[in-house]
């Protein structure tokens, strides 16, 4: 159980933070980034969520994916070094990539195909999902940075959760935009 006494601990006030597992790292470090992505991400479905507590169908799933997020920065928040862990490290599992896949089907199985792409609007709870959708692309190319640029340990499952995120709130957004017949769909060159 997290127990959270007292809030400011004045240890981040040189542009460090902690890791889980004890390690400072600077405020800017590729890690922090990621988990800090992720967690700009969570509260973004929070916002979203603000507009879809009505869909009976949709809003448990983002609870169950803000709780996920949680997860996710657990995960990123404590590094495989190889070492052997004095505990058990909170690692997103393959079967929460499954379920994400499983709710994207659930979800898509109503909708139209697209005859174009989306633009990012339509009703309060699409538009904000959007805004989560491009957020969660951002952690993951973070992410993959993480593992290319700086040569760190992310687990294929947690690369592989990020990305369907993504996808998972691309058709929760269509969803969410009265099953897609209030999406708005790009016109190339319209403006031209």
Known sequence: MVKLNKIYTRTGDNGTTG?????????????????????????????????????????????????????????????????????E????????????????????????????????????????LHVARATARRAERIMVALTQQAGEVVSEPALKYVNRLSDFLFVAARHANDGGRADILWVPGQNR
């Not at 174009?116 to 609007?121: A, D, E, Q, Y």
Request: net charge negative; proline share 6%.
């Open 89 to 128: 490290p909170l690692r997103i599992v393959q079967s929460q990539v499954d379920r994400l896949e499983s709710e994207i089907d659930q979800l898509n199985e109503s909708l139209d195909p697209l005859t174009s792409f989306v633009l990012p609007g339509g009703s309060a709870a699409a538009a904000g």
């Open 19 to 87: 890791l889980v597992d004890g390690p400072r790292r600077l405020k800017h470090d590729l890690r922090v980034e990621a988990y800090g992505t992720v967690d700009e991400t969570n509260s973004l479905l929070g916002l979203a969520r603000l507009h879809t507590g009505g869909m009976a169908t949709l809003d448990p799933m983002l609870f169950r994916i803000q709780n996920d997020l949680f997860d996710l920065g657990a995960d990123l928040a404590t590094p495989d070094t190889g070492a052997a862990p004095k505990y």
